[in-house]
């Protein structure tokens, strides 16, 4: 009798034991549930505080989707994310049951073929900055540095598409970076209904001024206004100003990391003159009206004087905003905390 009781009391004692882990265990996987809807920044700091690790990112289009690995728990969960908040979220089993490594080099294959936009968005959210941007004809080309890894990557676009993406060696400060040959494009077509296939057989011979420290205005005289002006951009360069005087533009450019002011003139497609100048400065009237005043009054004379918002995100509490006039040409960027300008700044990001 005494024996059937204690076989009893083991028998309980090893159920309770076992409902305990069971429990523990059901615990440990997050309820996903509870991430539908938040502002994606904090839905991502949520996982990172509960043990996940962003293993992937990619893009498509404007949906940005994310996978998560637990490594305890080993719960697998994949985000979706549009205009900055969690549209969707649920347990997948893409994880392959590890979060990758910050050491690991990133797949570039899979940037192959993407739309261009979206390729340098999942290189930046993978740890990636843009080192060097140069262009030949009408191909793009930027190196792209990741420091955790030491991985360095160029792509090629054209087209708006990635065509071709390469690993390299040429991120450490080394401006000599070879173009390499277009041919190699030939090869590297986009299936798409919009954008035809394509071939590099022909090659434009105005050339854009690789992104460094020794810019020159020279370097654009003469060339494609088109292709001058993105030289202008990548150089750190923002259009403060545009005008025009019979089939003259004149337009003008301000490095607000160098404090340089460029004035160019542009006439049937080609810069004709370019030349230093003092008047951006001036330019740059918006901080000094609007700074200090109520966000939501600015907005509003903003509009007023033929501004559009074009883009809006949020960092913690401070809310920036893009406003672009597409009949001045003009850009600018302001930073609103607690219902007051903070400040307002010329950009080039509207585009």
């Not at 990172?48 to 293993?55: I, K, R, V």
């Not at 893409?94 to 797949?107: A, E, I, L, R």
């Not at 390299?168 to 090869?187: A, Q, V």
């Not at 609103?336 to 990001?349: D, F, G, L, P």
């Amino acid at each position: 009798m005494k024996c059937l009781q204690l076989k009893n009391i083991f028998l309980v004692i090893v159920l309770a034991v076992t409902y305990s882990s069971q429990s523990q265990s059901n615990t440990n996987l997050l309820d996903v549930s509870q991430l539908n809807g938040m502002k994606s920044k904090a839905a991502y700091v949520t996982l990172e505080q509960n043990n996940f690790g962003n293993s992937k990112t990619f893009q498509e289009d404007d949906v940005t989707y994310k996978l998560w690995y637990n490594s305890v728990s080993g719960q697998c969960i994949k985000t979706y994310s549009k205009n900055f908040y969690i549209a969707r979220v649920e347990n997948s089993t893409g994880c392959k049951g590890k979060s990758t490594s910050v050491n690991n080099p990133y797949d570039i294959n899979s940037l192959n073929k993407m739309k261009s936009k979206a390729g340098y968005t999942t290189l930046e959210q993978n740890g990636f900055g843009n080192t060097k941007t140069f262009q030949e004809g009408n191909v793009t080309y930027k190196l792209w540095y990741n420091s955790k890894t030491g991985q360095c990557v160029k792509t090629y676009s054209r087209n708006f598409y990635i065509v071709k993406v390469e690993n390299s060696n040429n991120c450490g400060g080394n401006t000599n970076t070879g173009l390499g040959s277009i041919d190699n494009l030939n090869n590297n077509t986009v299936s798409t209904t919009s954008t035809p296939t394509i071939s590099t057989t022909q090659t434009n011979t105005t050339t854009v001024t690789s992104v460094n420290n020794s810019f020159s205005i020279s370097d654009i005289s003469g060339m494609k206004s088109k292709a001058a002006y993105v030289t202008l951009e990548q150089n750190g360069y923002a259009n403060s100003k545009t005008f025009q005087e019979g089939n003259v533009t004149y337009k003008l450019w301000y490095n607000s990391k160098t404090g340089e002011c460029l004035k160019t003139f542009s006439r049937n497609f080609y810069i004709v003159k370019t030349e230093n100048s003092n008047n951006c400065n001036n330019t740059n009237v918006y901080n000094s009206k609007y700074k200090g005043l109520k966000s939501k009054a600015v907005y509003t004379s903003i509009e007023q004087s033929g501004f559009g918002n074009t883009k809006t995100f949020q960092d913690r509490n401070v809310t920036y905003k893009l406003w672009y006039n597409s009949k001045t040409d003009e850009c600018i960027k302001t930073f609103s905390k607690n219902y007051y300008i903070a400040k307002v700044e010329i950009s080039n990001s509207c585009k």
